[in-house]
């Protein structure tokens, strides 16, 4: 029976460290710590690049906005990441004493790669041509509490008071500190 699981494992990969990081015991000498649940969904049918946009679009929103965008996406992607969103939710509260079910934070968001099945396609006069089925892992991370401002890469760092001019003086002087490798 031990050698089925493991030809399982090998056939239908899982990831593997993403779900130890909820039995992390931290020290007390750390001081206070916040809580957080990481959660996954593993092969799902959907291929990652396309899966990319979707957890990197609600990365650093609260749960209850994330949701809200979600269910406003046309993709298949977005119906599932909402639904693991809602299950991290109800797991978080539930096992891992998150006080209020809406005070939570997407900290991290991220997909990769799973299992990769190939096909054929028939063509015409007996030729055939490959296929792949594409799978993905998507993982997230709740932390509760506030999302902090300006988290993600979309919303970029934060600049308070800044007028059009500062902001089109910085973006110039950007561009010119940018290197252009091999260039003359």
């Given amino acids: ?6 030809e399982n494992d090998n056939i239908f990969p899982k990831p593997r460290r993403w779900p130890l990081y909820n039995d992390v015991v931290h020290k007390p000498e750390d001081g206070p710590v916040e ?3 990481c959660h996954y969904r593993d092969n799902i ?15 650093g929103m609260s749960i209850d906005e994330a949701i809200k965008q979600l269910t406003y996406i046309n993709m298949k992607g977005a119906s599932v990441v909402k639904e693991v969103l809602k299950e991290a939710q109800e797991i ?3 096992e891992h004493n998150f006080e209020y079910k809406s005070k939570m934070w997407i900290a991290e968001s991220f997909c990769s790669k799973g299992l990769i099945l190939k096909g054929y396609r028939k063509h015409a006069r007996m030729r ?3 296929v792949h089925y594409y799978h993905t892992h998507y993982m997230v991370k709740l932390v509760e509490g506030e999302p902090p401002v ?11 008071n800044m007028t059009a001019e500062d902001r089109l ?15 003359l």
Avoid at 46 to 58: G, L
Avoid at 150 to 160: D, I, L, N, S
Avoid at 169 to 183: C, G, P, T
């Fill in 1 to 6: 029976m031990h050698d089925d699981k493991l």
């Fill in 45 to 59: 049918k959907y291929s990652p690049k396309k899966m990319y946009y979707v957890a990197s679009f609600i990365r």
């Fill in 128 to 130: 055939f041509g490959i």
């Fill in 35 to 37: 809580r957080y649940y």
């Fill in 150 to 160: 300006g988290y993600g890469p979309a919303q970029g760092p934060v600049v308070e």
């Fill in 169 to 183: 003086s910085q973006h110039i002087e950007k561009l010119r500190k940018r290197r252009i490798d091999f260039a």
């Fill in 92 to 94: 978080a509260v539930a």
